[in-house]
């Protein structure tokens, strides 16, 4: 069965840094544009990171121009997201998504939190 799974969430200080991993599972991962998008309570779902199929072109949400990275490994169908320079408008659950481009399939991982306070 297909499962997204996000680890690496967690409490950090503002100006500190976290990298989140998703494994993917029980799908062809190298056929998926992978993305990373997050919630803030009270607010919609944004998109933070997104990467092609072959990890050769990557965007970012406006917010984290500079401050994050996402990067893939194909071999072990795993998406990251790096981000430094943290701050507390950067606390949200994160999501991973995976969409097929011909046909929009899409799947989502069940979410991590990630909290930037002092």
């Known amino acids: 069965q297909v499962q997204l799974v996000e680890s690496g969430g967690g409490l950090v200080q503002p100006g500190g840094s976290l990298r989140l991993s998703c494994a993917a599972s029980?799908?062809?991962?190298?056929?998926?544009?992978m993305s990373w998008y997050r919630q803030a309570p009270g607010k919609g779902r944004e998109l933070v990171a997104g990467i092609t199929k072959t990890g050769g072109s990557t965007n970012y949400g406006d917010s984290v121009k500079g401050r994050f990275t996402i990067s893939r490994d194909n071999a072990k169908n795993t998406v990251y997201l790096q981000m430094n320079s943290l701050k507390p408008e950067d606390t949200a659950v994160y999501y991973c998504?995976?969409?097929?481009?011909?046909?929009?399939?899409?799947?989502w991982g069940q979410g991590t939190q990630v909290t930037v306070s002092s």
């Open positions: 998504n995976a969409k097929r481009d011909y046909d929009r399939r899409t799947y």
């Open positions: 029980g799908f062809t991962f190298s056929s998926y544009t």
